[in-house]
């Protein structure tokens, strides 16, 4: 079982990213998958997930009308697309795969918003 999160890098303000999660090693299909984020010294917090079929998605407030949580089983990655970023959306991001009581991590990927 792994994820591995990619296209994480230094942009400025009002720039746009869009991370990939590649999955493998499980049923890619039947897992919900979301993307968290993480600072020093704050807890993880959950900024979008999608559910098995891509048919729902939901988003932290925080990140609402920026940021869009895609997902293409064919391909088995999620993607995080983040337009019009904030210097306060610097932090490392994390997918994760959720099925039940079962969630799994990748290693994570940064993000740093700077001028």
């Known amino acids: 079982v792994q994820l591995v999160e990619s296209g994480g890098g230094l942009v400025q303000p009002g720039g746009s990213l869009r991370l990939s999660c590649a999955a493998s090693?499980?049923?890619?299909?039947?897992?919900?998958m979301r993307w968290y984020r993480q600072t020093p010294g704050k807890e993880r917090e959950l900024v979008a997930h999608?559910?098995?079929?891509?048919?729902?998605?939901a988003y932290a407030d925080s990140v609402k009308g920026r940021f869009t949580i895609s997902r293409h089983t064919a391909k088995n990655t999620v993607y995080l697309q983040m337009n019009s970023l904030k210097p306060e959306d610097t932090a490392v991001y994390y997918c994760s795969a959720r099925r039940g009581a079962s969630e799994f991590w990748g290693q994570g990927t940064q993000v740093t918003v700077s001028s």
């Open positions: 999608i559910s098995s079929g891509g048919g729902s998605t």
């Open positions: 090693g499980f049923t890619f299909s039947t897992y919900l």
